[in-house]
């Protein structure tokens, strides 16, 4: 791909991808990038929408496009961005989501402890600045905000990124949810730059609360839905059962040596950099077909979690608006431990309660805002006749309670 | 036609309609039916948006599609539906519109003074059950919702009828503003009825508050659009001179005899079922080549207003929250009278002000009933962190003043 | 619009078409151009499909946008095209179709005698290039291949044109004909230019096999489609009727002033540039509402037709192989006479027959071009297991017979 | 899910599939099934089309999807179909590609020897059978065509069969290429029984057309692409390799027991009813874990080629109409040997040389009939000014070598 100067990439969800930078090529073509093919982008939501097996590198690239398109807009406007500007934009969401480990979100913290996906893109944003000599400086300090044009970060990380944007319009697409469907489009030729930071303009107000509510929409009918709540809970759970054996010294063997090592290293999550090269090499697979390995392990609650995951025979999960009732738990709990014949102490490998929650628009941590034809700048929120409204800015917690159902 | 059995029609919308009663294609091939084809669903919406140029006849007919859907997903679900209710609702909505005149709502009780289309469409069922001798009872008794299964009427006019369902779909369609596009095929399939009464399940929440938010962008991006008003407030302002010249003995002549006879015979609305027939014969084609006509008439103000429709050059018209400023309104209308020699009186065709208003959801006029797992029922509004809430059930209202820029 | 400097138009096919230039918009201003909003661009065809009712300006918009994207493509890939031929070829296209008259080729030559649309066109494009002052030329010279960069016609006007590219492309959407849809973004991807002509690169050869069936499939299932042949041959009837009327002194008053001049002065059409101006006005309204004042014509045979397209009431039409046999079409003839006490002369206005041709590709006409990475150059006929072989290269003729189902 | 009467499942291409069967449910919910969640419907296309990740569990619920419309088209014209051979048909569909291993297609007959996937098919149909106690025995005579309604085979298996038209439409959708898509909805309109045999009305012609040549788009530009056919014969390479490497005793693991088993049983295949189990346990990340493990293996072959995959570092591949000049493949295979001091006979690792092939239409096949108005039979080729003739009928093979660019 090297000596290719212009390539383009079929997208169900815009058509055409166009990649036209030599360093673009680079990034992408190399083992730490292409990696990013085999993390799903929704976890195991799949396992309730059959299409939603888009990738990480899918979005990353998805989101890459729409930067492109953002760019051209505002250069359009006459918003002044150099050629280095952009091609630091572009490399900077390219990157964005480079340090997901597998399964994303739903493992994030679980098996590399302690480690933001964030940081760990950084550190890889860092490793590929070595390797091509400097020239991502730019890229990483847009990424972590520390360039003089905060709308370059904005759009890379913000209330109305290229990210937000690409994953509802994407994990809608692939998931067949259209009602998730926001109008990219109208709210890229919508965006504009006032005093150095990204702003919207007064007519796209309409597209805004659009998107606000297709968020909260995609969030309780797909994202926490409680089918795949259950399922990425039953993750964690599996983990945190491989590791309690390995604490106490049982054999556990991953199908991969990549695995192996963080399972039995949880300390490396300290000292990462020093790992990269294994971390970059661990993905979906490797859990997948470790958990098809551990269908057959000696532990009982090892290999039952791992045989219902693979086979989707799922905990039950409700949830609740208010707070699970401790009764209730210590109920399913005995009749689990009666039923299965389980130690007490493992009964919560079987019924577990959490909390859901999420945000519709929270104003106070970033906030949209509009530009009006007058030249005054309000937030969404303060606009004659708002929808999103105080009732949206708090957070929302929905409490579930998740067990197997004997 | 009439000896087909099953016919379908391509849809863009929906893929393929399907009519399949001897009943249904005999009303669709009635000239009354026909006429609707020359009535565009969206009056004037299409000088902003140029693909808007669909027509009643193929709304009236999505709706069917829809009621169709719904009536087959309530019979799977195990509601009691006979073959002659179900002719009925479908009749019901085939016709739920075929009293509309030219240009629908933006003439409505202009032209036609008085009668609102609905009572209209009644006459022509009435008129349609004599021609098939007494077979579109049932239908006339769902449409006036005085038949014992009121979830038949819901579907055809409530708060989540088929009637929205398809308008918004279709309006957003081929307006190209994909954001007002709602899952229709989900909201279809999570309909249910308790009690006789329309009502839709748990998991329909997101769905119904994702269709609510669309309606309300619909109405401020495309139905109350700046532009599209003071087009269909021009169209107003042409048939008020026309009006006004004939009762000052002007001779105004129309293209069409349909259209002369109502503009010379206002008071034929008092009495509409005599003159039915004439009634049934209009349509946005005999006012726009009656302007054409006028475009050369020897008054000023309707050769003006014509010409400006016909060549889209269009009043500017301001939004704002506050009523009008009757000063600014003043000075605009002594400046056009000024500049174009103007007789004071004659101002309003020149400078004119009124309200816009929409509500996104008022549950005192008809509510959307949430059917919850244990057999409750709450109103949308009235649900857990509901965003359907008190700051949407007001209605908005907008101020404009629309006036010729000289 | 004068003072704006660009505006997006929301089309549901492309998403948003861009207007960037000041002389861009005073021609889409203009009342020569707002005339293509009352033009269908598939005359009757919506009579078989509700959804074809989009117009001749939305269609021109289309092709100009389309346009935009072939020079941005093109000019990404290194050809040379100045701003001021970037304009000329964006304004040939935006005006390729304004000298269409009312519902398009089904009365081209028609009402307006022995000029071809192209041909008014011009005349529009001279008058355009007069009111501003010259400009208009280089669009001009594209226009008549006058230009010494063919390829700039040839987007215009050739076998790969963006005013094919689009028409398919939007009547397939409109219509809901799904198999119409060509890959559109992929052949502007693959658009290049050798020795100053327009080629396709060797890998959209299966991109263009699928354009030139998806046309043959548009041909004979949507615009040669047998009710619609019958609505635009009976359409032809009509005018004739009326023109035989007025050439035996009847009096056959129009619904406007425009289509009355020209139905009753002939021979304005050798002098088209002298009325310019009235043949600017004419639309389908004109006609439409025409038919609706001549269905109370005291003449039979016009009263009849008039009223049968109105109320969709149309002939029967019988394609076939075959020519028609001319016992059969006497037969028809004697038949309706007798039944409806017809004059023999007159029959020919309820039975007649004729011919639909089609050419899926004839290279001898203009040829498409491949580009191969060696270099060298085929017809896309010429390439190796090319599908599209001597048996599409020929016309193919159906014969048909039309008549009134006694 | 054994409980619930009526399931429905969101599918971006159909919208929704609705399960609402008992048995449906239970298959589905089998482990057997719940593993086609984790095998790519396009293998390694991904690497090429980013969104062609979809499993051949989509597939085949996509395909039980369009049987469930095909068997209500037909029954709605009046062909007599009982709900017994309704049940048996879906079951046949859902279960026609169960058989399918590893990559389907890429590693058929690779990794499990001379076993075709259907075969494979019908052993599991054959337990499943067994499992639910003679239950499945309509389908599994539908599925071999032993069922005396051939039209029933002829839908699952067959030129025009759901099998086809889903995978099109899917594949079409996934991987963005939009000239793929096919009017499958147009097409299932269309079919009719005659003789018990599967035929199409006489107006689907056009539809027939555009479906084979959108199959041979899709071949020549998707399936075969150069790009996905190097990386899926670079897979049977490692297979091959690893196989070799076991034969001469090397150690080689894999990174689960089931694909240990495999690899080091070749005679399982011979013997696969007695090993169904783990066979039903095998899917893509078997492969791709131990890849992953094998890319640290000391055998440098098996580590390259490993290695090569997983970071998509592919061979080239070039097509060519003639067969490949043998003095081209030796002094290819010469450098090779000589710039990474590889033994001659490990060369065919490095470079190999092979045919692809497709047919567009072969009538002497299976036959696509297309039923006349007047009740003749003729076949697609034989019709009037057929596209699909003698040129499409014969096999179309290109030759290519694949070789690693050193």
């Known amino acids: 791909m090297a000596n290719v100067t212009r390539k383009i990439i079929n997208d169900p969800v815009y058509g055409f991808i166009t990649i036209d930078h030599p360093l673009l090529f680079q990034i992408i073509a190399h083992p730490y990038y292409q990696r990013l093919r085999r993390i799903h982008q929704m976890a195991f ?3 309730v929408y059959p299409g939603a097996v888009h990738t990480r590198l899918h979005h990353s690239l998805g989101a890459y496009h729409l930067m492109c398109c953002a760019l051209g807009e505002l250069k359009n406007k006459g918003v002044a961005i150099t050629a280095e500007e952009e091609l630091g934009a572009k490399i900077a969401i390219l990157l964005h989501d480079i340090g997901h480990g597998p399964f994303s979100h739903a493992l994030e913290k679980t098996l590399i402890e302690k480690m933001h996906h964030e940081k760990i893109s950084l550190l890889i944003m860092q490793r590929f600045n070595e390797i091509f000599e400097g020239k991502l400086q730019l890229a990483i300090d847009i990424f972590t905000n520390k360039y003089n044009k905060p709308f370059l970060h904005q ?22 949810v259209s009602e998730g469907v926001i109008g990219y489009d109208r ?4 965006l504009t730059v006032h005093n150095d930071e990204l702003m919207v303009e007064e007519k796209a107000i309409y597209s805004i609360e659009k998107f606000l509510v297709a968020r909260r929409l995609m969030y309780w009918q797909v994202y926490l839905h409680k089918t795949v709540l259950s399922a990425e809970m039953m993750l964690v759970k599996v983990i945190a059962r491989a590791k309690e ?4 010294g049982v054999q556990v063997d991953c199908s991969t040596p990549m695995l192996d090592f963080f399972l039995h290293n949880p300390s490396a999550s300290d000292d990462l950099e020093n790992h990269l090269d294994k971390f970059c090499l661990l993905d979906d697979t490797d859990l997948v077909s470790t958990f098809k390995k551990w269908m057959f392990h000696q532990d009982k609650i090892l290999s039952f979690l791992s045989t219902s995951l693979i086979n989707r025979r799922l905990y039950k999960l409700k949830l609740s608006p208010d707070p699970i009732d ?12 009666n ?4 130690d007490e102490n493992d009964a919560e490998y079987y019924v577990f309660s959490g909390e859901a929650i999420n945000t519709t628009y929270d ?5 949209i805002n509009i530009l009006f034809k007058d ?14 409204h105080r009732n949206l800015s708090s957070p929302v917690k929905k409490h579930y309670i998740c067990f197997l159902n004997v």
Chains 1, 2, 3, 4 share one sequence.
């Open 155 to 176: 759009l890379v990380s913000g209330q109305l990124d290229v990210d937000r944007m690409d994953y509802l319009t994407r994990d809608s697409f692939f998931t067949g």
């Open 363 to 367: 104003p106070t941590e970033e906030s």
């Open 45 to 47: 939501a799949s396992l």
């Open 326 to 337: 401790p009764v209730l738990e210590k109920t399913l709990k005995e009749k689990i431990c």
């Open 339 to 342: 039923t299965l014949s389980i």
């Open 245 to 248: 054996l390995v604490k106490n």
């Open 375 to 388: 030249g005054s700048v309000k937030d969404i929120s303060q606009v004659d006749n708002a929808l999103i």
């Open 187 to 190: 709210i890229l030729k919508m």
